[in-house]
């Protein structure tokens, strides 16, 4: 089995894997430390980039953007790519609230330093509102019926630099507008010196024997002589080659970050026998779930053109417990989430240059008892069940979406849990009547997620958390967490901003460790 060598091993190249890469790349020139980042996914090339549904959801999403939860009653979206999920996000980028990170309690964890460290990332991601003239029908609308009703509403600041306006953020930016990590903190680390591994899948960790990876190691201290990392090289059929042949891998790192997401880096961790000594990994996973919801105007819109999240409410987080956006798909996602089938159906996504779409996010706080698994061949699964009082928080969000679309002008609405598939303008005084709570049915209302979190929480000892405030795993000298997995509770907001502010005080942490540490012998 071929060996590499290194002081640094990052596992994942997302908004934590990235940021936390050009933080401590400056150490390859001023140590001569060898740094690698070991992605899963390919590096597309430009041309790669079509805007096809079916082929880039393949190309950029496990399982195409399908993985289900254990009891299938939810559709998780998470990225395998250069970049991770900022290849495939729409650049949304909010500062946590002050009162989440309180209800975060986590001793260490103050909101100040947060949005300091975040507002850095804001400045170099090119982070801006988009001017007025380039917000198109969808976002204005959203906008309208939210003012008309007096509810809250603000505009998103995004990263993107000369947008052109094509609206497939989802499928991965064909213009190069997103300043996600694959545009910014990767490219920066690289230049320093960092090595990007793609198609390389890390499957296990385990401590390094004394005298390995790092010197004499301290008894009875997991890491202590440093990581070994068993990894597997893929002949991609997708994106540039990676920088190392096909094959299986033993690394022998001083240090490892872990920064593969809410779902993987438990999975990872859990897979490298650490569930026995933290009771807490894997648990206290959880999501955003979340309904996208569709009406109908009697004339066409703007919806495809332009950027698709220009807009957001707040007015529901604190009493219904749920959050408002706009947002756009493409026909494939529209009909799968929309209830029923037939003649309506069809001729509903037949006119999609008319719909209106809002997302909603229901805010599920984190609960033990959801969580990654492994199933027999060490595969992740996500055992999550839909709580009663997040069904609650979708199904008012239902009424008040019904509300906004009608504010707007919407001709019609389609409401999952109603008993008709399309409710109309003359009928908007009937919703309490017409949309029922008991028609919420998982299986026949699609819910999703997107942003996952949870799995490796922050905590002050190893009894209900994974990592300190620093992101180092409990008991685990020279490993560390740097991405979603790190929340304690939901972010109550697009959470990408706040995994860059974490991974940067990891990276921190890390640099802070590593000072005074010989670098690695040299392949």
Excluded at 366 to 387: E, Q, S
Excluded at 395 to 418: D, L, N, T
Aim: proline share 5%.
């Amino acid at each position: 089995m071929p060996e590499r060598e290194l002081d640094l091993l990052i596992v994942g190249s997302g908004a934590g894997g990235g940021a936390a890469a050009k933080e401590l790349a400056p150490l390859c020139r001023e140590r001569g430390a060898r740094i690698a980042v070991a992605e899963w996914g390919p590096k597309l090339r430009e041309e790669e980039f079509t805007g096809r549904e079916f082929e880039m959801a393949n190309k950029l999403y496990f399982d195409g953007g399908g993985v289900l939860t254990r009891d299938k009653s939810m559709t998780l979206a998470f990225a395998r790519a250069y970049g991770g999920s900022t290849v495939v996000y729409t650049g949304t980028s909010l500062v946590i609230r002050k009162e989440t990170v309180r209800r975060w309690d986590v001793p260490g964890i103050e909101w100040e330093d947060l949005d300091l460290r975040s507002r850095k990332y804001l400045s170099e991601n090119n982070v801006h509102l988009l001017p007025a003239e380039d917000v198109n029908d969808n976002n204005r609308l959203f906008r309208e019926g939210c003012t008309k009703l007096g509810y809250h509403v603000e505009q998103f600041p995004v990263n993107v630099k000369g947008c052109r306006g094509a609206g497939m953020c989802n499928l991965g930016c064909p213009n190069s507008a997103k300043q996600g990590t694959h545009r910014v903190q990767l490219p920066a680390a690289e230049a320093l010196g960092v090595e990007t591994v793609t198609h390389c899948r890390v499957d296990r960790l385990e401590p390094a024997p004394a005298g390995g990876a790092g010197g004499a190691g301290s008894a009875g201290v997991p890491g202590a002589a440093g990581w070994l990392a068993y990894a597997t090289v893929a002949d991609g059929k997708v994106g540039h080659p990676s920088a190392w042949p096909p094959g299986e891998y033993r690394i022998k790192a001083r240090r490892v970050v872990v920064a593969a997401g809410a779902v993987n880096s438990p999975a990872l961790l859990l897979r490298s026998g650490l569930g026995a000594r933290l009771p807490a990994l894997g648990r206290y996973f959880t999501a955003h779930p979340a309904l996208i919801l569709v009406a109908q105007h009697a004339q066409p819109i703007t919806n495809y053109h332009g950027h698709p999240k220009s807009y957001y409410s707040d007015e529901f987080a604190e009493s219904q417990k749920f959050l408002l956006e706009t947002c756009m798909y493409f026909p494939f996602v529209t009909a799968k989430n929309l209830a029923g089938f037939g003649a309506e159906h069809a001729e509903l996504v037949a006119h999609m240059d008319t719909l209106q779409m809002i997302l909603v996010l229901a805010i599920d706080p984190a609960r033990a008892g959801n969580r990654v698994l492994l199933d027999r061949a060490g595969n992740a699964i996500v055992d999550y069940r839909l709580h009663d009082d997040v069904l609650d928080s979708l199904y008012e969000s239902m009424k008040v979406c019904a509300r906004i679309f009608f504010a707007a002008g919407a001709r019609r609405v389609h409401a999952p849990a109603s008993r008709k598939f399309l409710i109309e303008h003359g009928e908007q005084d009937r919703l309490d009547e017409l949309v029922q709570r008991g028609e919420l049915k998982t299986g026949k209302v699609s819910i999703t997620s997107a942003h996952l979190m949870g799995g490796c929480r922050m905590g002050a000892g190893p009894a209900d958390a994974v990592t300190d405030p620093w992101g180092r795993v409990h008991g685990c000298s020279g490993l560390y967490v740097a991405d979603a997995s790190l929340f304690p509770r939901a972010a109550e907001i697009n959470p990408y901003i706040t995994i860059m502010a974490l991974a940067d005080r990891v990276a921190e942490r890390v640099r802070g460790d590593i000072a005074g540490a010989a670098p690695a012998a040299n392949r």
